[in-house]
């Protein structure tokens, strides 16, 4: 067994326990707020997998392609972790911004 199996399994490994336990957390979880903690295993599995992927192929076609996964699922996932709480907050407390017809009431000290 070389060097390069031994390192991917152990990314590969790795990628697949950190994927479990964030389905594990996720169901766990009751809330919004408390589930949303795990999608960062989410993104950190996925970008281990794709490092399993990329360093057995090298840069071949399938490794830039697992790079590109890689860097797209680290850009893209906290956008959307983002965005999910943020509805989740919009939907349970209402948008804090005024809209257009109402007016702030200031008191003066």
């Given at each position: 067994?070389?060097?390069?199996?031994?390192?991917?399994?152990?990314?590969?490994?790795?990628?697949?326990?950190?994927?479990?336990?964030?389905?594990?957390?996720?169901?766990?979880?009751?809330?919004?707020?408390?589930?949303?903690h795990?999608?960062?295993?989410?993104?950190l599995?996925?970008?281990?997998?794709?490092?399993?992927?990329?360093?057995?192929?090298?840069?071949?076609?399938?490794?830039?392609?697992?790079?590109?996964?890689?860097?797209?699922?680290?850009?893209?996932?906290?956008?959307?972790?983002?965005?999910?709480?943020?509805?989740?907050?919009?939907?349970?407390?209402?948008?804090?911004?005024?809209?257009?017809?109402?007016?702030?009431?200031?008191?003066?000290?």
């Amino acid at each position: 067994m070389s060097a390069r199996e031994i390192v991917t399994i152990v990314l590969l490994g790795l990628g697949v326990l950190l994927e479990l336990v964030a389905c594990l957390g996720i169901v766990a979880m009751r809330g919004v707020y408390d589930r949303l903690h795990f999608t960062g295993l989410t993104t950190l599995g996925a970008a281990a997998i794709a490092a399993a992927v990329l360093v057995d192929d090298s840069f071949s076609m399938i490794g830039d392609k697992a790079l590109l996964v890689a860097v797209f699922v680290l850009v893209t996932a906290p956008v959307l972790t983002h965005a999910t709480a943020r509805a989740a907050r919009v939907s349970e407390h209402g948008d804090w911004r005024l809209r257009r017809d109402e007016r702030v009431d200031v008191e003066e000290r």
